[in-house]
C-alpha cells in the first residue's frame, strides 16, 4: 500500500511504516547503534504523523463525530504522553540503560494508536464523511507532511538547512513540530 488516496488510506500507510520500522528495530540486537538510527528516523515520522492529524484529522472528528471531541481530546493526550516519551528517547543512545525501556514503550504507546484509529476512528468516518471529504483531507495531509524537514545523514552535517533545524542535540522532537506548525519560522 503505498502513500495517496483518502486520509484514511494515507494515514494507514503511515502506520504500516511505523510498524515496519519497530520491526526493524526489534529485530537488532540490544545496544546496536543502528536501533538509535532507527529510533530517530520513527520519531520523525511520528511527529509528522502527529502533527498532520493534529492539524486536520481531529478538528474534523470534532465536527462530524458523535463524541468527537471526547474522541479527538483522548487522542491529543496519546499524542502528548508518546511525545514525551520521544523526547527522553531523542536523548539517549542505544547503549543507555533506558533506551530499551522508552523504545518499548513507545512502541506500545504507538500500537495501541494505531489499534485505536483503524480499529474505532477510521471505520466511523468512513460511516459518517463523504468520500470527497476524505479525499480532500488526505491531499491536506500530504501537503502538510511535506513541510517537515527530515533529519540530515550523520555523514553530512554540514547540508543547510535541513541540519539547522534537526542536527545533533536537543529538541529534534520540538524543532521539528515547530517547523511543521510553522512556529519559529525566524530560524
Ligand atoms: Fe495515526
Known amino acids: 500500500m503505498g502513500h495517496g488516496g483518502d486520509v484514511i488510506h494515507e ?23 543502528r536501533r538509535k538510527e532507527l529510533a530517530d528516523k520513527v520519531t520523525i515520522e ?12 481531529y478538528p474534523t472528528v470534532r465536527e462530524h463525530l458523535p463524541n468527537g471531541d471526547s474522541i479527538a481530546d483522548k487522542e491529543l493526550e496519546d499524542h502528548a504522553k508518546a511525545e514525551r516519551t520521544m ?8 547503549d543507555d540503560p533506558q533506551f530499551d ?3 518499548t514503550e513507545l512502541m506500545s504507546e504507538i500500537r495501541d494508536h494505531v489499534a485505536d484509529e483503524e480499529g474505532n476512528l477510521f471505520p ?12 480532500r483531507l488526505g491531499d491536506k ?9 527530515t533529519r540530515p545523514h550523520p555523514s553530512a552535517p554540514d547540508t543547510p538547512p ?25 530560524d
Open 46 to 57: 511520528l511527529v509528522r504523523h502527529s502533527v498532520a492529524e493534529e492539524m486536520y484529522l
Open 101 to 103: 525501556r522508552l523504545m
Open 141 to 149: 495531509v500530504r501537503t502538510a507532511k511535506k513541510m517537515a524537514p
Open 11 to 33: 494515514l494507514t500507510t503511515d502506520h504500516r511504516e511505523v510498524e515496519d520500522m519497530f520491526a526493524q528495530i526489534e529485530a537488532l540486537p540490544s545496544g546496536d547503534s
Open 162 to 186: 535541513g541540519n539547522k533545524l534537526l542536527g545533533p542535540g536537543a529538541g529534534m522532537v520540538d524543532r521539528l513540530r515547530d517547523a511543521l506548525t510553522g512556529r519559529g519560522k525566524s
Open 124 to 135: 466511523m468516518m468512513r460511516q459518517t464523511c463523504s468520500a470527497e471529504d476524505l479525499q
Open 87 to 94: 523526547k527522553d528517547l531523542e536523548r539517549c543512545q542505544a
